[in-house]
Every structure is written in C-alpha cells, then in structure tokens.
C-alpha cells in the first residue's frame, strides 16, 4: 500500500541517494528481477510488439515452454509455432525474424553464449550488445546492469522523464542527447554497486508510471514535489 506524502519529510531533493530513498518508501522495495541472463533478456525483448509488462512475460514464458530459449531451439522451432507467440503482440511476422535473427547472430558471433560480452570492458559490452535488433545504448546499459556485470544508471523512459523534470539534465533535441545529458549529471551521486542501481532504475520507472506520467504528472501526491525543478516551475 503507497504512503501518504505526509508520512515522508519533505526535503529539497537534490541528494539523489535520498530521492530514491523517497521513492522506496513510497513503493516500497522492488523485487530483484528475475532475468540475469542476457540472451534471454533481449529474447523477452523482441518476443512481441507493443505489449505491457504483463503480455510481454506472458510471450516470454510461452517462449521458454514451447520452444525454448537456446539460440539451436530458436533457429529449429517452426514457423507457425514462433507466430503463434509472437501474435500477442503486433506485427508477429517481424518478430519470428526478429528472434531468429537474435538466434544467429548469437551462435555466429558469441557461440551461443553471450555471457562472454559481459566480462569486456562496458564500451565494447555495450557496442557488442547493439549487434542484436532492439537493442541501443540504453537497452545495452540495462542488460549490463541487470546481468550484475556493470554497475551503471541504466534508465528507460519513465526514469529518464522523472530525472528530467526532477532537474538532472536538460531535455535536449533528441533522446539519446537527453538520456546521456540526464545520467551524466545523475552519475556522480549513484552508489557503484548493482543491486542499488537496479532498484534505482526499477524505483524511476515505476515513479514514471504511476505518479510522473507522461501526461498531467500528479505532482501533488509527490513526494519530491519540493525539490523539484518541474513542479517549482509550475508554482
Ligand atoms: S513533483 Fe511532479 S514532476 Fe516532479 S517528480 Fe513528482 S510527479 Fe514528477
């Protein structure tokens, strides 16, 4: 059950080790996330189009049961069976070429595991990572940060638009301008440790979501409404 915004002291936000102090106590701690393994997290990925949480674990578990999850099982499962779970999404034929795709690139490139990617250093990791269909820079960064091997702000929307009203960077003319403007001032307040940035990253989105939407933010039931930029701009 979320908190009341009278029940967290109010305190100008600047400090963002405390911001996502605040947000724990609002959402309480989120659970460790139950992917590690970064072939499978770019499989649940592309598994289907435009689909919330829910449907997208759904298609991945349908995935994982019916035909596997090794790049072999991928590349040997047929046709119709691919579509059949890509379809609770959009567009299912480009995503059985989508998984295909990350089946081969797989076993051409990583021998079927890349857990190799995720011991080089993060610039290359993240360049390799890129090789594969839906994955930028900041998809990269998540999986490396979620596979516990680098310990980097990973952020998606929700948590780049929160840091962004929030005061950490500057909107800019594109989003991978905004994105690295918004981590770059983040940065130096992180806590170099995995387990932190994760719930970090899963903390912003989940704010993103339900409090600092994207549409009419309900900054009255916040609690970083004091200290921040967007609100006091709005006051
Ligand atoms: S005060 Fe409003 S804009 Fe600022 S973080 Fe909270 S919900 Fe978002």
Redesign the pocket.
Known sequence: MRQKITQISPHAQTNFQEIIADLEKLYGRPEPPKLTNPLEMILRENVAYLVDDERREKAFQALKQRVGVKPQQVLAAPDELLFAIAKIGILPEQRVEKLRRIATIAIKHFQGDLHTILLQPLKDAKKLLQKFPSIGEPGAEKILLFSWSHPILALESNGLR?LL??GFGEEKKNYAASYKSAQAAVQPQCKKECDWLIRAHQLLRQ?GQE??KRAR???EA?P??KG?A??QRQH
Do not use: D, I, N
Request: aromatic residues 14%; positive net charge.
């Open positions: 929160v009203r929030l704010h409090l600092c933010p309900q900054c916040c970083l409404a921040c967007y609100y």
